[in-house]
């Protein structure tokens, strides 16, 4: 088993993943639209908005064998599964120099397809299933800002603030590095300011509705 990622039309993630519902029991495969609860401003009041975190991707967790990969295919709004190309040219190239064995079967190491798709590093999924919830989304984190120092006191990015790179206090946001395949996405994530006071601690602002 491993976690691969889905190319799919931007805005039909969630129409993809009611798809692989139907078709595979989730022992089989397990899929995950990660998604970010942030604060957007309308009419002079904050509102609650979700979005996807990876706008036109769509993670799984399965074992890759030929079977599944064409039934992949078949998914409406499927553009591709991200492929590992040094992979797939060293399999050409020994191909290439051998004959082709008729009594080959799906689990010979030759159709490992575990390798030819690119998986998700280990230490990235481990990252990303962190920050989300039981829903799969990001909710607020509660911080505190003083003298420029950011100190989370609660929330998904409670003992990761080491993620964040910048905080918008008028937007009540907080922009975070998340790896993805090896390189690294600016995310801006909602927050909740609070600050100190002489009864312990007091929200910042209202809460958002």
């Known amino acids: 088993m491993g976690w691969y990622a889905l ?6 993630e969630d129409i993809v993943q009611k798809c692989l519902k139907l078709q595979f029991c989730q022992k089989d495969l397990y899929s995950c639209v990660p998604k ?11 509102y609650s908005v979700v979005k996807t975190l990876f706008p036109g991707y769509l993670l799984i967790n399965t074992k890759m064998t030929p079977t ?39 689990g010979d190491p030759i159709y490992n397809y575990d ?18 919830n039981n829903e799969n989304i990001i909710e607020y984190s509660n911080v505190i800002v003083e003298n420029a120092k950011v100190s989370v006191q609660s929330g998904p990015l409670y003992g990761m603030e080491g993620m964040i790179k910048k905080i918008d206090k008028r937007k009540r946001r907080a922009q975070i590095a998340v790896s993805f395949f090896g390189g690294e996405r600016l995310i801006e994530v909602g927050i909740e300011l609070i600050v100190p006071d002489s009864q312990g601690m007091m929200k910042f602002y209202e809460k958002m509705g």
Do not use: A, C, W
């Open 7 to 12: 190319f799919v039309e931007t805005g039909s």
């Open 36 to 46: 970010r609860l942030i604060p957007e401003k309308k009419g002079g009041k904050f």
């Open 68 to 106: 599944m990969y064409y039934e992949l295919k078949k998914l409406p709004k499927y553009y591709r599964l991200l492929r590992n190309s040094s992979f797939m040219l060293d399999k050409i190239n020994r191909r290439s120099q051998s004959m082709p064995d008729p009594h080959i079967e799906e």
């Open 115 to 132: 390798d030819f798709f690119n998986k998700i590093e280990e230490v990235e999924i481990r990252q990303i299933l962190q920050l989300i």
